[in-house]
């Protein structure tokens, strides 16, 4: 169940955009909840004036905590927000990543909201993004806000993985969940996806023991009863079950996604870190740069 009442929307000074500001309040307007706005501050310069006894280094960073914050308050002043509540939070940490992600932890907020951008190969190869952190080192499910506004007459794509494992099941209730609710919350249709590879079977070697076609068919239609036996299991929803025979999740959600006018695509995040992480990914991960839609990553 996606319960909403405490948001943090995530405010990066460095973007020339802040698309995360008007869905956080958008979202706390559907939902009635709670809103803090958050933005991380560093003067770098200060790590070398420590030396100097005669200069107050805490008076200058509670100066550069109060100007963030009234910057905050300023972008947030032109979107309505009269009828909800808004705390306005500045962090003080060399790395944006580990001051917002000591504060997400350390507070109790239902949903980060967060304007994304595109890696190159480059970037994500010299050093890790902020938005691969908030999957990774937090609980907190998060929001990737890619543009203004939400598209009219879309859908909501939620994607899941289907797999006998309790950890997996107990995920693809999550995300049928939200998918359903945001879709009802939205007005728009809902839709359930779910991607797997082919077999991986020498078919010319072992063509005498089954017939290839009905072998296919048969894999096919067991993907498609398992999806709506998992649908079935914790409400409906109002689209319909979408199977992506032989490709890989990173793959077919950004397919899709755009086939199906998908404003949201909601997806479970395992969490890989460490070498685990740098070699296998999340394909939360992997699509963010792929796609032209929100993802909503539930952990």
């Known amino acids: 169940m996606l319960n909403l009442s405490n948001l943090l929307a995530v405010v990066d000074f460095r973007q020339s955009e802040h698309y995360a500001l008007p869905r956080a309040i958008e979202l706390a307007k559907l939902f009635n909840c709670k809103l803090t706005v958050i933005a991380n501050v560093f003067e770098s ?3 070398l004036l420590s030396l100097y006894s005669a200069i107050n280094l805490e008076e200058i960073k509670q100066n550069a905590i109060d100007e963030a914050k009234q910057q905050l308050i300023n972008l947030t002043d032109p979107i309505p927000h009269d009828d909800i509540e808004i705390d306005y939070q500045v962090t003080w940490n060399p790395s944006l990543h580990s001051g917002l992600t000591e504060y997400i932890n350390q507070n109790n907020f239902d949903l980060v909201v967060k304007t994304t951008r595109k890696h190159n190969v480059l970037e994500k190869i010299l050093f890790t993004p902020t938005d691969w952190h908030l999957l990774r080192d937090t609980e907190t499910n998060v929001l990737f806000v890619q543009t203004e506004n939400w598209k009219a007459k879309s859908s909501i794509l939620g994607a899941i993985n289907i797999n006998d494992d309790v950890k997996h ?42 017939d290839k076609q ?37 793959d077919g959600i950004p397919e899709i996604a755009k086939s199906t006018f998908s404003q949201i695509v909601v997806m479970g995040t395992v969490r890989r870190k460490g070498i685990e992480g740098m070699l296998i990914g999340n394909t939360a991960e992997k699509i963010l740069d792929q796609i032209n839609c929100e993802v909503l990553a539930i952990k």
């Open 214 to 250: 009905d072998l296919f068919l048969e894999i096919k239609s067991k993907h498609f009863e398992l999806v709506n036996n998992a649908v079935d299991e914790v409400g409906s929803i109002t689209g319909k079950a979408i199977i992506g025979e032989g490709l890989e999740p990173e």
């Open 169 to 210: 099941k107990k995920l693809n209730e999550k995300i049928i969940q939200a998918t359903s609710q945001l879709a009802t919350a939205l007005n728009c249709k809902s839709n359930i996806f779910n991607a797997f590879p082919w077999p991986a079977i020498d078919l010319e070697r072992f063509n005498h023991l089954f």
């Open 45 to 47: 310069y200060t790590e």
